[in-house]
């Protein structure tokens, strides 16, 4: 009986790991270039999740979505998503990081965890005002499900997985072809080497804050679709897990970021599912969230450089 | 029997060997120098030996006993102390307050102690004080005692991070480039000052440098690395005239050798 | 901002403080739930800080004002003594934060889990709670328990401190206001969920009644009494600040913090250096958790959220991490403007509403706006004031007496090597 439920279960945990290895991304490259936890990563997620959705709510309102293709509609919601977030990312940085760049390190982590809870309360605020209420449903654009046999996988699902792998496959060839991906590069290693090579450091971080960003604000689409409610607080679990999964992949490294997101959501979800029956239901599904970070501590603990990225040794 | 011996040192970070195979030995109350090119691996050298590093092979040895694999703050315990290239002080407490930090491991205070403020430890912290400025008397610095550390001039900050590293109790003490950033007259009372740390304390002295009038002035024997490897040792008169010396500076400085 | 021109003006007059004190006790004492007048009277404990007047007579007047005024002009009206020692619960977590976070630097984001530790404690073992696991029927436990248990509170607090600080403590930098953050939510969970297989924490339904203290026959369950048991404490942990900030742990707490390597090539043990701060910290808080729950009565998991732990962060980190009065300063604010001003504020828009001139709905009601003004606080001080309202400093040390020291004598440590070196 155990065993009938896993093909389902694995389906569940990808559709999570994508999501994680998605927002994992927007916490590396930060990391990678400033060496700094973007704290109020989570909540551009969440910003995200509500742009959609009121997107598609006000549409809906106005009669647009009438006879329009989902696909098309969903793009539309992306992009509009995708801007906005990539915007409240770059203007985040520009407000309450860039003053603070060379302070001491606890200095901007501070003003991040003011960022993160600042924008929980007024995403709250605006809903509220708006809507008189602040956990909304999302429109399901899709219905239905692919079957795979021995599971099934949702058509939003899926879309969740095609949409990230595309998502990472674009940022990789971003990273790795363009010109302002090397500068990327260049600045993660040696920021001052790299402004004398006259890249412009500044430059480099604000469109690592655009990328992340609107990274982030398009899984919050996905997960939007994917589960169907939303509030304003579901970025800071799901930050700190997509987070657990950059640690896991080996922090500033964008491969070992999605690899660690996938692993996660995959044990997540696994363990979700059988910690109870196993341990005769002492232990449920309510300890899915302690196991995740017991795997950060786990990690950080022994093998903190994670398991793609190389040990670095401060310099002395 | 060496004071301290590092035996086949080698240090890898992922394909970069920035020690191999070193090996030195250091003799009760000598000044030794340790030179070589940019990166040829000396500030390596010196973290392995302080507990920074461990050494991927080789060992250290104290008084004939292995101190490898000991953690930065066992090592100084036992009496092996250093200042650091970039001066490192804790720069929001006084000069003092610096100094004191330094007896940290010999004064004996814990929590309860603390907290009720027994007589031990109002005695102890006493002597500390005393001590801490004392060592600044000597090293010259008395008059910027309550000063915050990172306000002082450049000079007096490498001075301070001296006596701090003293106030320690180290037998030997590693001097990362000592003099980098003075000027010539400066250099002159740093010369005279290191010498003044042999005899008078009978400290045992490392130091790199990369000023040659200092090292050769200054360190009875010498060291040199190329690109992680030892290529020389011997008195200043030896390594002045050895041709893999002068081959490792060439195009680079070869003037300041000869 | 202020502190600048005080400095300046070498403090306040003495006699400008005793009229405050006057105004604020008068307004105390006729005004039955008074914001304004309660603010004045904890205004007065800083302008006494500041006054230009010797040690000892602020020290009297701070005390005169605490022990005295307070209580006798506000000491019968439920409301401020229920304020007071809200306020001083928060002042004294804030202080136990700040040995953490100010002295030693290390971000902890799960403080409030020490101060469920030690409420726990004394909930689960002076109830009936604790008959489900332990036989034999011992329990509930009478509130003459509740003073030992302000040591077991301490003990267990510690305990968990270590136990945490164990792992956590190895983990470099910023990485550990994360995991922390995730040790804090762990056990927050786990103290939900604990109430199978073995029913330990009753799980979400939490703990009631907890008893109130008693003292020789006498119950003190009202705020008055939990104001002098809390001030008595607050006491006692400024006193062990003070002492600490100068010691050698002090100094080793601020050296790994400044910079870790320098330190342990001082000699320094990181892992024990910082363990004991974490371990300091806890106790406290876990104190102050039996405090809590015997006021309270009823603890549920609730209590003891992230929300806390930010909470008293905000209030370390605006007073000025590190800062003895500035951290007392942040607590008290922080506590007056979250349990009361805001609260104030609710109440007026609510009676604007019912006389219908305003429409407000029920979620913009100030009083949930915590975590808007925790963030916009926590924005603005790391920008514009990242030392706090009361910046730290450290203290000078007198250079006469060290010279007139007993110890003066003779060189000591490797100096002793010199004398040495002129007898020989």
């Known amino acids: ?316 | 029997m060496a004071l301290l011996e590092a035996n086949g040192l080698t240090k890898r970070f992922g394909g970069l060997v920035a020690n191999q195979d070193v090996t030195v030995k250091i003799e009760q109350g000598t000044i030794t120098a340790v030179i070589g090119p940019n990166g040829a691996g000396k500030t390596t050298f010196f973290n392995m030996v302080t507990g920074f590093y461990e050494p991927d092979e080789g060992d250290v040895l104290l008084n004939g006993k292995s101190i490898k694999g000991l953690r930065p703050d066992q090592i100084a315990e036992r009496g092996i102390t250093r200042t650091f290239q970039n001066i490192r002080l804790f720069k929001e407490m006084t000069a003092l307050e610096n100094v004191m930090v330094g007896t940290h491991s010999r004064l004996s205070a814990g929590i309860l102690g603390i907290m009720f403020n027994t007589k031990r430890v109002r005695e102890e912290e006493e002597r500390a004080k005393v001590e801490a400025y004392q060592l600044m008397e000597y090293v010259g610095i008395a008059h910027v005692a309550n000063e915050a550390a990172g306000s002082l001039p450049y000079g007096l900050q490498r001075r301070l991070e001296i006596a701090r590293a003293l106030a320690t109790n180290p037998q030997i003490i590693l001097l990362d480039e000592p003099a980098a950033g003075m000027n010539p007259r400066e250099t002159v009372e740093m010369t005279e000052f290191i010498r003044k740390l042999k005899h008078e304390l009978g400290l045992t002295i490392i130091l790199i440098e990369h000023d040659m009038k200092l090292v050769m002035g200054l360190s009875e024997y010498i060291h040199v690395l190329d690109y992680g490897r030892k290529i020389a040792e011997g008195t200043p008169e030896q390594i002045r005239n050895n041709p893999n010396v002068i081959e490792a500076y060439l195009g680079k400085s070869a003037t300041e050798v000869s | 901002m202020a502190n600048i021109g005080w400095k300046s003006m070498k403090g306040i007059p003495l006699v400008v403080t005793l009229i405050w004190i006057a105004v604020s006790a008068a307004a105390l004492h006729f005004m039955e739930k008074s914001v304004i007048a309660f603010l004045g009277i904890l205004f007065s404990i800083i302008l006494i800080y500041y006054t230009n007047t010797d040690k000892r007579v602020r020290l009297i007047l701070g005390a005169a004002v605490l022990l005295l005024i307070i209580p006798l002009v506000a000491g019968d009206n439920r409301y401020y003594m229920e304020v007071a020692s809200q306020v001083g619960i928060y002042v004294a977590m804030a202080l136990g934060l700040n040995i953490v976070v100010g002295f030693a630097g290390l971000l902890d984001l799960g403080y409030v889990a020490f101060f469920a530790a030690g409420a726990y404690a004394y909930a689960i073992f002076s109830t009936s709670q604790a008959n489900e696991f332990i036989p034999g029927g011992l329990f509930p436990l009478s509130g003459d328990w509740f003073w030992p248990f302000l040591i077991v509170g301490l003990i267990v607090a510690a305990i968990f401190g270590i136990l945490l600080g164990l792992p956590v403590l190895r983990v470099k930098g910023d990485y550990l206001a994360i995991v922390t953050l995730g040790f804090g939510e762990i056990i927050r969970i786990i103290f939900n969920n604990l109430d199978k297989p073995i029913n330990i924490t009753n799980g979400p339904q939490g703990i009631t009644p907890i008893p109130s203290p008693e003292l020789f026959g006498v119950k003190m369950g009202t705020p008055f009494y939990f104001y002098f048991i809390v001030l008595f404490v607050i006491i006692f942990i400024v006193i062990a600040n003070i002492r600490f900030e100068h010691s050698r742990l002090g100094r080793a707490w601020v050296a790994v913090r400044e910079d870790e390597l320098a330190a342990q090539s001082m000699g320094i043990s990181l892992l024990n250096t910082k363990l004991a701060a974490f371990a300091t910290g806890a106790s406290f808080a876990g104190v102050v958790g039996v405090i809590f729950a015997a006021k309270q009565t009823f603890i549920d998991p609730t209590s003891f959220t992230l929300m806390e732990s930010i909470g008293i962060l905000v209030m370390v980190i605006l007073g000025g991490s590190g800062s003895i009065p500035g951290v007392i300063l942040g607590a008290a604010f922080v506590t007056v403007l979250q349990v009361q001003l805001l609260k104030e504020f609710s109440n007026f828009l609510h009676s604007l509403q019912q006389s219908g001139v305003i429409n407000l709905p029920n979620q913009l009601d100030p009083s949930k706006f915590q975590r808007l003004i925790f963030g916009i606080m926590l924005i603005l001080v790391a920008l514009y004031r990242p030392n706090g309202l009361i910046p730290a400093r450290r203290k000078k040390n007198d250079l006469e007496a060290i010279k007139g020291s007993k110890y003066a004598g003779g060189k000591l440590g490797i100096l002793s090597k010199l004398t040495q070196g002129k007898q020989s």
Do not use: C
Request: glycine letters at 12%; zero cysteines; charged letters at 10%.
């Open chain 1, 1 to 316: 009986m155990l065993l009938n439920i896993l093909p389902q279960v694995l389906v569940d945990g990808l559709t999570l790991g994508f999501m994680y290895a998605v927002v994992a991304l927007g916490y590396t490259m930060v990391y990678g270039i400033l060496e700094f936890i973007n704290f109020a990563h989570g909540e551009i997620f969440m910003v995200g999740a509500f742009v959609g959705t009121e997107v598609l709510l006000i549409s809906d309102s106005l009669g647009a979505l009438e006879g329009m293709n989902p696909y098309v509609a969903f793009f539309l919601t992306l992009v509009i998503a995708m801007a906005l977030t990539g915007g409240l990312g770059v203007l985040i940085e520009r407000v309450a990081y860039r003053p603070l760049r060379g302070a001491p390190r606890l200095v901007p982590l501070i003003s991040a965890i003011g960022v993160s809870f600042l924008l929980q309360d007024l995403v709250r605020f605006t809903e509220a005002i708006a809507r008189n209420e602040f956990y909304l449903n999302t429109p399901a654009l899709f219905s239905g499900s692919i079957s795979l046999g021995i599971a099934s996988i949702p058509t939003k699902g899926f879309i969740v997985i095609v949409l990230a792998i595309v998502m990472m496959i674009a940022l990789t060839l971003f990273i790795n072809k363009t010109k302002w991906g090397i500068a990327m590069r260049a600045v993660a290693q040696d920021q001052s080497t790299a402004s004398l090579m006259t890249i412009n450091v500044d430059k480099v971080i604000m469109l690592t804050f655009l990328i992340g960003s609107s990274l982030g604000g398009a899984t919050g689409v996905l997960f939007s679709q994917n589960y169907g409610t939303i509030d304003p607080y579901i970025g800071f679990i799901l930050g700190l897990k997509a987070f657990t999964a950059a640690v896991l992949g080996g922090i500033g490294n964008l491969r070992g970021a999605m690899v660690g997101g996938v692993l996660l959501g995959l044990l997540e979800s696994l363990s979700g599912a059988y910690m109870g029956p196993l341990t005769n239901g002492a232990f449920g599904a309510e300890y899915k969230d302690v196991f995740a970070f017991s795997i950060l501590i786990l990690v950080l603990l022994f093998k903190p450089e994670g398991l793609f990225g190389e040990a670095v040794k401060e310099k002395v």
